[in-house]
């Protein structure tokens, strides 16, 4: 009688749900979804957590398939050789197959006195930290955001709604990744909240103190309480277990998701960089990312080559307080087309249905594995994988 394959999967976000849910379709294959956390952390949501509109938590018997093993602990280390992971706890899990979907989270800032005094809102833990903070602040408090991104832009309006005192320091450019039409509408938007907008050229923060924030220029900012968007990082599970990674400790792997230096790990999610060509940290990406990364080790188990995965973006949706919001387009090579502005509640309506879709797919994909199959094709990078593919092979870095 021939033996289950046992399949983990580190991480229970998005990413790495989708892919534990696929695996199910298939009998004869064992899988165990190994997550710090005992529920999902909706981090599309994570803003509203801080604003008190919402908790940005689902219950994972909603989202994951029965068949799926389901442990509480985070992994300390992979050893590829053996085929097995060690955990926090001291436990020690056997695999055939390792999908890695371990996220990401906020960079550690390199400015004086920002790990000390300003607080980041990248994951349940740093928004559950922070919320009590803002709600302890005096209602005339001055708040300032660092970063000008969506995080950025989407934290400063839910707070500017409640009537906060709000400065969003930008850096450079508020919005960058905005069609210019989009830019300008955030801008008037946010200038009706109140929010003070600082961007263009000395808005760089250059430190933070405990009631401050000193910008390039010379300007120092009072701030209350000071919260950081700003910077991009992964866990460095990777690096530290020998694995091949990039200069952001994102996992290289192929075309087919499959690692560099192991055809029995396969990556997903923001921790992922295929050809050393990551997409964009999005859950729009590790919707379609996930389940491709679980057919790579379902082809794998069937003796049958990968299909090299596929993704692209259709736009993206920014939330401005709870009554307004950006709408905007791309082409799916991810560069934007158009945008329009929403007010009122058909804003409302549309936002909170692109964070309810997101649930439903995971549950959709949990009942009916195999049913989500949608790939959107960007061809751009496609064209550009001939190039790379000419390029010395990547650097390994620890």
Known sequence: MARNTEVVVIGGGYAGVMAANRLTKREGVTVTLINPRAKFVERIRLHQLVGGSDDALVDYQRILARGVRFVVDTVTRIDAPGRRVTTASGGILAYDYLIYAVGSGSGEPSVPGAAEHAYPISTLEDALRLR?????????????VVGGGSTGIET???????????????????????????????????????????????????????????????????????????????????ARSGLSTDALGRLLTDETLT????????????????????????????????PQAGETVLSRIAGKRPADFNVGFFGQCISLGRRAGIVQYARRDDSVTKAFLLNGRPLAMLKEGVCKSTVWQLSQEARHPGMLNLWFKDRARRKSLPARAGEAAPGRTA
């Open 132 to 144: 009590p903070v803002v709600e302890a602040a005096p209602a005339s408090a001055a708040l300032t």
């Open 259 to 290: 690692s560099v230096d192991d055809p029995r790990i396969v990556a997903a999610g923001d921790s992922a960089a295929p050809s050393d060509l990551p997409v964009r940290m999005s859950c729009q990406s590790a919707m379609q990312i996930g």
């Open 156 to 238: 400063a309006s839910e707070l500017a709604e409640q009537g906060r005192k709000v400065t969003l320091v930008c850096g450079r450019t508020l919005g960058a990744y905005l069609h210019p039409h989009a830019r300008r509408a955030v801008a008037e938007r946010l200038a009706e909240l109140g929010v003070t907008v600082l961007e263009g050229g000395g808005t760089t923060v250059t430190a933070v103190t405990r009631d401050a924030v000193r910008l390039a220029d010379g300007r120092e900012l009072p701030s209350a309480v000071t919260i950081w968007t700003a910077g991009f990082a992964v866990p460095d599970l990777a």
